[in-house]
Every structure is written in structure tokens, then in C-alpha cells.
């Protein structure tokens, strides 16, 4: 298949990411939302859920989001999988394909966790050869995002941002900032979220995730459980001013009860989105 290029992703604007237990709630509201996230793997190794796929793909835009591809894994993808993620891919229609810059599986071993990858020109080759490969089996553009994490691999020969840029270059693929996790990583990692997000190549980006975590001692946590903080806004008006974002979702996994405050999020994020291309 021939991969259609990042420029032709349309814009998609801003929403939320679909959980069963909203589902009701993102239906009456759909009007105030302009597209969902689904995440494949929900819907991928349960038939009996592709009919309320389709359903809401006829809703709403729908943009698939998995953790199968282990992007980082040495190589190829196995082919259940990427029949799979095509699956739930083409009932979307969506113009891309979003997973995690990460490795969920070696030989034989589900690791269950989105773990970080060692930054080194060996595994930039092997996960350049998966993305070729990812791209060329759906047809259309891979879009990975940046991950949180509790290590760093040491003797990387490049640090995050330079693998990113190699990887896009190589691939034309694009990226998924997930701006939480960008700022969790500065604060757990003590770095600069602002020269870290002028390092990627933000010319790739394609999407973005707004989240809020939580504590759990010292660490910030990715939890998804809280509103958006008021740094990760700040950061995502940024990077709005910096470049050419074409969707954002807020994404909860915990605290779903007030509905209204995440169709205030989405409000929210539509207005800095808008208000960067002077809309």
C-alpha cells in the first residue's frame, strides 16, 4: 500500500477519549465534541465490540490509539496483530494510526507495561524497519507518542528527542506529544519541558493528549484521574503557537462522574487550538 503523507490528515479539533463508561454522556454531548480516541486494544480481541465500533464511527471521528506494536521490539511485527490494528483501523476510516514509542513484548513474552526503549542506533534500526513495516501494511501514517517513564536505559548513544527526530526522518511518521506525560517526565526526570518540546521534530506532530496525574509520594504519576494542570496547559499553548497541531483529546480513566468538567476541558483546548491559527 502506498502511505499517505501527514499533510493530508485532516484537522480534527479537539475531544475526548472513549470509555464504556461515559459512552452515554459522549453521545448526548456529541455536538460538543469533535472527534474520539478509542483504544484499539479494547476492540481488537473482541468481536463482540466492533459493532459498537462501527457505531461510533458513524457518531464521531474516530482516531484508534493501541500498545501492540512495540515499536522498539527487534524484527517484524507478528501478522495477527497487524491484522488486528487494520481491523479497527479501516471500521475507524481514520487517516492515521497512533500507538506508543515503547516496547510491550520480546520473544514469547507479553511485558504488560509500556516500557522505555534504549536509545541507540541499533534499536532506531529495528524500530525504523517496524514502523516501514506498520505503514506499509495500513496504508497510512504511524503516529507515535512519547511515553512516561521510572528509567532511563543508560549508555544510550542519543537522548529521546534525537531518536524521535531520526525516527521521522527515516519514516515520515509522525508524532503524538502527549504533553502530560512530557511535563510528568520533566518534573520526575528534572529537565526542561520547554527545550525539551523545541528539541522534537514538531513538524511531525500530529496530535496530542491533555491529562492530569496524580502524586503517589515523590513521583508524579500518569494516572489520568484529575484535570488538566495549569502547566500542561501553558505547554500546550505553546506548542499551538510553535506549530500545526491537527487534533487534542482529554483523556480520564478515573473521576468519569462530573462529565461536564471534561466537556469543559475540551472546550478548553478547542479555544487555544483555535486561537493559535488566529481562528
Not at 511518521?173 to 529537565?191: E, M, P, R
Not at 505547554?235 to 480520564?252: D, N, P, Q, W, Y
Not at 468519569?256 to 481562528?279: M, N, Q
Request: charged residues 20%; negative net charge.
Amino acid at each position: 500500500m502506498t502511505t499517505r503523507p501527514l499533510a493530508a490528515i485532516p484537522m480534527l479539533g479537539c475531544g475526548l477519549a472513549y470509555r464504556a463508561e461515559i459512552a452515554d454522556h459522549i453521545r448526548a454531548a456529541r455536538a460538543d465534541i469533535d472527534f474520539v480516541e478509542v483504544a484499539t486494544d479494547q476492540f481488537a480481541t473482541r468481536p463482540s465490540r466492533l459493532d459498537e465500533l462501527r457505531d461510533i464511527a458513524s457518531m464521531l471521528p474516530v482516531a484508534p490509539h493501541g500498545t501492540g506494536l512495540s515499536i522498539g521490539s527487534k524484527g517484524s511485527i507478528p501478522r495477527e496483530i497487524l491484522e488486528r490494528v487494520r481491523l479497527v483501523s479501516d471500521i475507524t476510516g481514520s487517516a492515521y494510526y497512533s500507538d506508543h514509542l515503547c516496547m510491550t513484548r520480546v520473544p514469547g513474552i507479553d511485558l504488560g507495561h509500556l516500557t522505555p526503549l534504549w536509545f541507540c542506533d541499533e534499536v532506531l534500526a529495528a524500530a525504523v524497519a517496524r514502523i516501514r513495516e506498520a505503514q506499509d501494511f495500513l496504508g497510512k501514517p504511524l503516529v507515535l507518542e512519547n511515553i512516561t517513564y521510572a528509567f532511563t536505559i543508560p549508555h544510550g548513544q542519543m537522548v529521546e528527542t534525537e531518536f524521535f527526530n531520526q525516527l521521522t526522518a527515516a519514516t515520515g511518521c509522525g508524532v503524538l506529544l502527549d504533553v502530560t506525560n512530557l511535563y510528568i517526565n520533566s518534573i520526575n526526570h528534572h529537565f526542561d519541558p520547554i527545550a525539551y518540546m523545541n528539541d522534537m521534530p514538531l513538524d511531525h506532530v500530529v496530535q496530542v493528549h491533555l491529562a492530569g496525574g496524580e502524586w503517589r509520594g515523590s513521583i508524579l504519576a500518569d494516572s489520568h484521574s484529575h484535570p488538566v494542570p495549569e502547566e500542561v496547559w501553558e505547554l500546550f499553548s505553546m506548542l499551538c503557537r510553535l506549530t500545526t497541531v491537527k487534533g487534542a483529546i482529554i483523556e480520564r480513566d478515573g473521576n468519569l462522574a462530573d462529565f461536564t468538567s471534561l466537556i469543559a476541558e475540551v472546550s478548553r483546548a478547542r479555544a487555544i487550538l483555535h486561537g493559535s491559527r488566529g481562528c
